[in-house]
């Protein structure tokens, strides 16, 4: 019965009035929970229960029985299967081999929200048999552990980011009071903003647990990721804990240069393995906190507690030094300005979305720029709302950067110069401004290229624009090697 209760809730996903028709795949209507939020829609489609394939119900039975079998085919012992609150775990200290956790990420998705969906059909379906799963009419929300307040203000006031610390750090501790002392935990974890991470690696420090390895694992599919649109995150990190015991106080200035030689080694296997944008300065994140987490605290000269925030400014310098030297193969990093800087590391990171300013003003901290002070003065960076964007060529008016030195406001010229074919405007900038003799500038453009995606306005017109550029740089060679012509008398 729970199973062909399962199905019901697939037909309900299929039958909602949040379904539309689906334009492109084979399938005709694209279920609810598309992506884990009750999107706003225009008009909906409706699904035939009884239809034999896709949305209807002999589809939901034989799916269910998929799903049965491969769950089934791990192990002849059937599990035990018990809910509680991660925070207050029912069992002995000591109990466990090994725990491995998915806790909720921040405020990614409003889990029990959302699942209210399904509770009202199982609870009508199957709640005589789990009466005491089914007892209250919507799912309880009160000891979920996320930050809601960003959700809905009124209904969470106190589930903010200090709820989110504390019960994450509760759930932390019964990880480690109920782990055998040589046992193993695994927490997963992805979040793309400094405060998500901020809270999780507080929690963690101050849980007991002990953080000996954190890898990014692919986990999401590549249709979930709307890259363009919101940088969104590939990977999550596994984090490896232990209940080990922690070194005691560690000095800030020694524990920094521990960070520094450790974080360059795993910078250069995860850049070897192809992790990039987002999930590089995450995977950062979670190599840093393998150093930090071995002290009882770390403690500067005078005496005062390092907690997250800062590490997380350090990572963020070290990675972007390193991705820096990365993307513009080596050598040229040292030549660039640091709203130069910022700007690839931008497009690396976030390709062409805007980003909320918070995350944005992380990346510009690590560059050494006060983005506050920027986005009045610098023409690329502009703030819409709560969120920072960087323009492109294709957004800027010739006019606006022509006093600009700033290579990004020079290379912005030259492009729509090339766009427009005016030659001898672009050949007179590259001149003037002494960028056109640059290898640091032509990296910084191919760079720029070879980060964005295919159908980028930006990566067109750089393409063009280096596609000749060996003519340009002989122009520029030749014309300046020749005697100026003198004035006639
Ligand atoms: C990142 S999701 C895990 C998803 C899961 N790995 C999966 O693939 O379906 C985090 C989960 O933690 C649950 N959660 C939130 N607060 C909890 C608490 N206090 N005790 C137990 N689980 C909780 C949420 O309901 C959500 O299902």
Known sequence: MSYLALGLDRLADFGSSLCVLNPTGGRGVVHTFGRQALPMVWDYAESNPFLKKGAGWPTACEKNEKWINHASSFSEVPPTITQSSASSLPYSDNFFEAVFTDPPYYNNVPYADLSDFF???????????????????????TNEVAEMAGWDKERYSYKDKTFFENNLKKSFQEIHRVLKPDGIAVIVYAHKSTEGWETMINSLLDSGLIMTGAWPLSTEMAGRLRANESAALASSIYIVARKMKRLPTGFYNAVGEELKQHLNKKLERLWSEGIGGADFFIAAIGSAIEVFGKYEKVINFEGAIVRADRLLEDVGKIATDYAVRKILHNGFSGEISDLTRFYVLYRWDYGEAKVQFDEANRLARSCRIELAREWNRSGFIKKEKEFIRLLGPQDRK??????????????????LCWEKSKRDEMLELLKESGFGKSEAFYRVAQAISEILPNESKEKKLLDGFLAGRERLREEITKESSMPKQKKLL
């Open 398 to 415: 010739s006019e606006d950067i022509k006093d600009s030195s700033e290579l990004i406001d020079v290379l912005h010229r030259v492009l």
């Open 119 to 141: 509770y009202v059909w199982l609870k009508r379906t199957v709640g005589n048999l789990y009466p005491e799963l089914f007892s209250t009419p919507l799912t309880p929300k």
